[in-house]
């Protein structure tokens, strides 16, 4: 019952997108994040999921799943539209759509939450157009490599790195452990799905134990195994995967560029944004 | 009490890129009385067979009927049905979670809503099942025992329900030939009381000395099922599911080759020492 849970969307197929170095998949989400930001209106925002559009079919990822990454947030969104609706509240005069009892709609406020919904789900699938074609490791490799000028003030870039490494190499490890333990307490008569939260949350105790006890046996057995095999530390440690920058990043890059130099361009072209 | 199952597939992730059949129409029954050995290579699909016996996971299709009753029925009380058919889950003290081993093997009798008393009763009856001092180890903290102990305080957290028919899924994987013997002791101990087993092992001396009945799984599929003596005298067929045939029976065939006079159908060590002894009286009469 827990198997069906997936942490990471990695989409495993190769692409154009998915041969990208990673360090600089995670600079340009930065700056499609940016440009999410930049775009104020929305036509901007055309533009942007046009892209991203492309981009998904240069990946090789269907453009659905990035629309699916949007489901566990459906509630934010839904409060987000619904906030700029009813309590938008410019200044001036006021085009008024709907008026009826305390509740008033405006033309600036349905515009508004039109707007910020757009926003808050641009930002979602263009983050996940990262993570789809990014595999976890790749990702923290990435991270390590990015962070790795800060090593300058101490900070701990390759400890970081490791540590979510082997925090994504054991999610899937701990939740079929955890799947077991669950059927095996069931079948002394556990009940997981049924009373009140008080009862629900006790009911976890025959759970988390084992599973924490787990956890830490698996921790030592690791860091034991690590030490044995002369583990200590980033310093001096070559990789395996070198990443190298390739023409193609260039092309990335040049891509994002002109995105974001087209949206300035409309952005000066309408600066008060388009009509709706 | 007898569990039937008819025609059981189960298909994992079914619908997805992910999907794998791990069983496939696989139909037997287990009969009061019963000592069965489910065998088959690794990944064959025992641990999924013996979770639908419980009701813990679902047939994509087919049925398992308990005394005539679909146990994934409407109006089944699953719970109440786990209680009568208790299943040992591989390496069982990774579930042991509780302060002291009374409590942790009382928490299956706190399910089912005993009284205290009844509770005390059958915590010291299952200690005393599995050959542990209650007076030495009840107040314990079951996480400073060993491998062993805590694998038969785990057991004990399952017979505490006293269960009809007791399911072990490899109940000696990773102990020492003297843990080993204990459990397998242990087991069969309850199997004589009157517990129908089924036992999921590798060993096929293991199932030689202790099996009433052998059902062997390959690729989630059905190979045979029979008793001891008829499956294992058909020694290429389980060469082939990648199990092999008990030392014994080995023995025998390797002595019959030589032109001994042995009956093919020999797997235990103490049959083959009889005929053996048998046939050296014979070539040397005092």
């Known amino acids: 019952m827990l198997k069906n849970i997936t942490l990471g969307q990695y989409y495993p197929v190769d692409s154009w997108v998915h041969r990208l170095d990673p360090r600089v998949k995670i600079l340009l989400t930065i700056a499609l994040i940016v440009a999410v930001f930049l775009v104020r209106s929305m036509v901007g925002y055309a533009i942007l999921l046009t892209f991203i559009f492309l981009a998904s079919c240069l990946a090789n990822v269907p453009f659905r799943l990035m629309i699916k990454g949007l489901k566990p947030l459906r509630f934010i969104l839904i409060l987000t539209f619904l906030l700029n609706l009813f309590f938008q509240s410019g200044g001036g005069e006021q085009e008024i759509l709907v008026h009826w009892w305390i509740i008033t709609i405006t033309r600036a406020g349905l515009r508004q939450a039109v707007f910020f919904s757009a926003r808050l789900a641009l930002l979602v699938i263009c983050t996940s157009l990262m993570t789809l074609t990014t595999s976890p490791i790749q990702l923290s490799d990435g991270i390590e490599l990015l962070l790795s000028p800060l090593k300058i003030i101490h900070f701990p870039a390759h400890e970081l790195a490791m540590m979510m490494s082997i925090a994504l190499r054991f999610i899937p490890t701990l939740l079929e452990e955890a799947d077991k333990i669950m059927k095996a307490q069931m079948a002394r008569g556990a009940d997981f799905e049924s009373g009140n939260l008080i009862k629900r949350a006790k009911a976890m105790v025959p759970l988390l134990v084992p599973l924490f006890v787990s956890a830490f046996r698996r921790a030592g057995d690791l860091a034991m195994a690590m030490e044995a095999r002369c583990y200590h530390g980033g310093e001096g440690r070559t990789r395996l995967r070198v990443l190298k920058l390739t023409r193609h990043d260039l092309f990335a890059v040049i891509a994002v560029a002109l995105l974001i130099g087209v949206i300035i361009l409309e952005r000066a072209a309408m600066p008060d944004g388009w009509p709706l | ?286």
Request: charged share 25%; proline share 4%; hydrophobic share 40%.
């Open chain 2, 1 to 286: 009490m007898s569990i039937q199952l008819k025609n059981l597939t189960h298909v994992y992730s079914g619908g997805t890129a992910f999907e794998s059949v791990a069983l496939h129409d696989i139909s037997f029954e287990i009969r009061d009385g019963d000592f069965l050995a489910l065998v088959g290579h690794t990944g064959c699909g025992k641990s999924t067979l013996v979770q639908h016996l419980n009701g813990l996971l679902k047939p994509t299709s087919g049925q398992v009927l308990v005394d005539g009753e679909d146990l994934n029925g409407e109006h089944v009380d699953r719970r109440k049905l786990r209680m009568r058919i208790g299943l040992v889950f591989q390496y069982p003290e990774y579930q042991l979670f509780e302060e002291t081993v009374a409590k942790d093997i009382a928490f299956g009798p706190k399910n089912l809503g005993l009284s205290a008393a009844e509770i005390e009763e059958r915590v010291r009856t299952a200690m005393a099942q599995v050959h542990l001092n209650y007076d030495k180890y009840a107040r314990r903290s079951p996480f400073e025992l060993s491998g062993g102990q805590m694998r038969r305080v785990a057991i004990a957290g399952v017979l505490a329900m006293q269960p009809k028919t007791l399911i072990l899924d490899e109940p000696t994987a990773g102990l020492d030939p003297h843990g080993r013997d204990r459990i397998l002791g242990i087991v069969r101990e309850l199997h004589q009381s009157g517990t129908t087993v089924v036992m999921v092992s590798h060993s096929m001396d293991d199932v030689a000395r202790l099996a009433t009945r052998v059902v062997v799984l390959a690729h989630g599929s059905l190979l045979a099922d029979g008793t001891p003596r008829e499956i294992f005298r058909q020694r290429e067929m389980m060469e082939e599911a990648g199990l092999g045939v008990p030392e014994a029976s080995r023995l025998v065939q390797a002595l019959r080759a030589r032109g001994l006079d042995l009956p093919d159908d020999l797997y235990t060590q103490d049959e083959l020492y009889d005929h053996l002894l048998r046939l050296w009286k014979e070539a040397n009469p005092c």
